[in-house]
């Protein structure tokens, strides 16, 4: 897990920083989405598998996850955007599906599933900087 510095409000306190849970069985996608991210002063936590972040989840209740599709063992992203959903304490959280499939009716499925966004790999730093952004601003 790596926690990234809290920003100061404008008080010159100290606001808390956003939580974002990563969940990618690749560690280097893992890397990847912590480095488009660090300079942001977001708290990031992550997981390799589904159950190690809904175990997470349940104890952080981040303000974000970015969930890939693929994950190991018998519970796939999908699987686990549903469960969420379907758990009163993590129903609202927020999810933005990280997927290696680009074809429409996969961005479907994560949107049927309870996504709230869908960010295709390879992805820009740039473009997942913005889709993170977007779903903080709404929670």
Known sequence: MLQSSQPADSKG????AKRIL???DQAETRRLVRWGLTDNGFT???AANAAGALQLARALHPDLVIL???L???TDGLALCRQFRADAELATLRVLILSANAD???R???MDAGADAY??????PVELDRQVQALLSKT
């Open 72 to 74: 190991p063992g018998e």
């Open 68 to 70: 890939d599709v693929v």
């Open 108 to 110: 479907l499925a994560a």
């Open 44 to 46: 990031l936590h992550e």
């Open 119 to 124: 960010l295709s790999k390879p992805f820009s």
């Open 104 to 106: 429409p009716k996969d």
């Open 22 to 24: 990563i969940v990618d």
């Open 13 to 16: 306190g100290h606001m808390p």
